[in-house]
């Protein structure tokens, strides 16, 4: 869905009217498009900084953090490390092909290509650990009794090396050898089904937890019967906090499969949808920087490790 050289050849500045007019660079500012290349170079550049420096701070968090369980812990990793790829290569990237944009009004084919396997790499790997976790905790939450013989750690192992081998091969092929019709359509289905997907499982989550609240409101538990309620509540809560992180990556990358659809119709001629593009862009990788606010607004152990963190480097620095 990310731009490809075929498809993100978008002019900072048309004028038109007659073809003896001259372009001055007080034109170009005043263009929208142009604006909005040149707000979106700055803040993606800034937002490297962020998104690395949290991600890193969230990986140690997540490995230093003993009481989620070790399954969880690797699907939550392994979101937290496509993440940090963005920060690191997908945002560059990004920055340079919107530099060349404002400086050429156009791309290098290399930058292009680059940018885009790189984006959909670290896209699809989201895409598919967001479903993964989502899986993971309907699991917990339909057979809790079996779910220690159902998700083991060989499995997520197994899980996390299959989405990024499916991710490393895929981005090369659709950007090389599919045509952009293609690859837009490829993943337009693809993004479709994991949509569905992922909310059919939260809303069958959502279903049973409200079943259990009802059973637990009607019926009063023994003493016995209170351990796996408690046991219940810890799973459910659990639920809850992951599908925050669900809901998060929709809100971000849903309005850019929305606006890619509408400029795919109407072509490169609306300078809205091509301004809307751009911001849509910024904010699918604005979600790598706030999905670790997630995990500190959400999960107590992890805020408590950060703040650990935060303790330990503000003494150090005192100090220094």
Same mark, same amino acid.
């Given at each position: 869905?990310?731009?490809?050289?075929k498809?993100?050849?978008?002019?900072v500045?048309?004028?038109?009217?007659?073809?003896?007019? !001259?372009?001055?660079?007080?034109?170009?500012?005043e263009?929208?498009?142009?604006?909005?290349?040149l707000?979106?170079?700055?803040?993606?550049?800034?937002l490297c900084?962020?998104?690395i420096?949290?991600?890193?701070?969230t %990986?140690?968090a997540?490995?230093?953090?003993?009481t989620?369980?070790?399954?969880?812990?690797?699907?939550?990793?392994?979101?937290?490390?496509?993440?940090?790829?963005?920060?690191?290569?997908g945002?560059?990237?990004?920055?340079?092909?919107?530099?060349e944009?404002l400086?050429?009004?156009r791309?290098?084919?290399?930058?292009?290509?680059?940018?885009?396997?790189?984006?959909?790499v670290?896209?699809?790997?989201?895409?598919?650990?967001?479903m993964?976790?989502s899986?993971?905790?309907?699991?917990?939450?339909?057979?809790?009794?079996?779910?220690e013989?159902?998700?083991?750690?060989?499995?997520?192992?197994a899980?996390?090396?299959?989405?990024?081998?499916?991710?490393?091969?895929?981005?090369?092929?659709?950007?090389?050898?599919?045509?952009?019709?293609?690859?837009?359509?490829f993943?337009? %289905?693809?993004?479709s089904?994991?949509?569905?997907a992922?909310?059919?499982?939260?809303y069958?989550?959502?279903?049973?937890?409200? /079943?259990?609240?009802?059973?637990i409101q009607?019926?009063?538990q023994?003493?016995?019967e209170?351990?796996?309620?408690?046991n219940?509540?810890?799973?459910?809560?659990?639920?809850?906090?992951?599908f925050?992180i669900y809901?998060?990556?929709w809100?971000?990358?849903?309005?850019?499969l929305? !606006?890619?659809?509408? /400029?795919?119709i109407?072509?490169n001629e609306? !300078?809205?949808?091509n301004?809307?593009?751009?911001?849509?862009?910024?904010?699918?990788l604005?979600?790598?920087?706030?999905?670790?606010?997630?995990?500190?607004?959400?999960?107590?152990?992890?805020?408590?490790?950060?703040?650990?963190?935060?303790r330990?480097?503000s003494r150090c620095?005192? /100090?220094g």
């Open positions: 869905m990310f731009h490809c050289s498809e993100k050849k978008m002019a500045a048309i004028y038109n009217d007659e073809p003896q007019n !001259v372009t001055f660079e007080s034109d170009k500012v263009d929208p498009l142009y604006s909005a290349l707000a979106n170079a700055i803040f993606n550049g800034c900084y962020t998104t420096m949290l991600n890193i701070v %990986i140690y997540l490995r230093n953090t003993s989620l369980s070790s399954t969880l812990k690797t699907l939550l990793l392994n979101l937290a490390v496509a993440d940090l790829g963005i920060g690191f290569l945002q560059p990237l990004e920055v340079v092909y919107l530099t944009l400086r050429w009004n791309s290098s084919p290399s930058t292009d290509r680059a940018s885009a396997v790189v984006l959909s670290f896209y699809l790997s989201s895409l598919c650990s967001i993964a976790i899986a993971d905790r309907f699991i917990a939450i339909q057979m809790p009794l079996r779910y013989d159902l998700v083991t750690r060989r499995r997520v192992a899980v996390v090396i299959t989405i990024w081998l499916f991710s490393a091969l895929i981005s090369p092929c659709s950007v090389f050898l599919l045509t952009t019709n293609t690859t837009f359509a993943l337009v %289905i693809m993004e089904i994991f949509f569905l992922t909310t059919l499982l939260h069958q989550i959502y279903l049973t937890i409200r /079943r259990h609240k009802e059973q009607s019926q009063m023994q003493l016995a209170n351990n796996d309620l408690a219940s509540t810890r799973i459910t809560k659990s639920a809850n906090r992951t925050c809901l998060l990556f809100v971000c990358y849903l309005p850019h929305f !606006v890619s659809i509408a /400029r795919r109407h072509g609306s !300078v809205t949808i301004v809307l593009y751009v911001f849509s862009e910024t904010l699918v604005l979600n790598s920087s706030l999905n670790p606010v997630i995990y500190c607004w959400k999960m107590r152990q992890i805020r408590q490790t950060i703040l650990n963190i935060l330990k480097m620095y005192t /100090r």
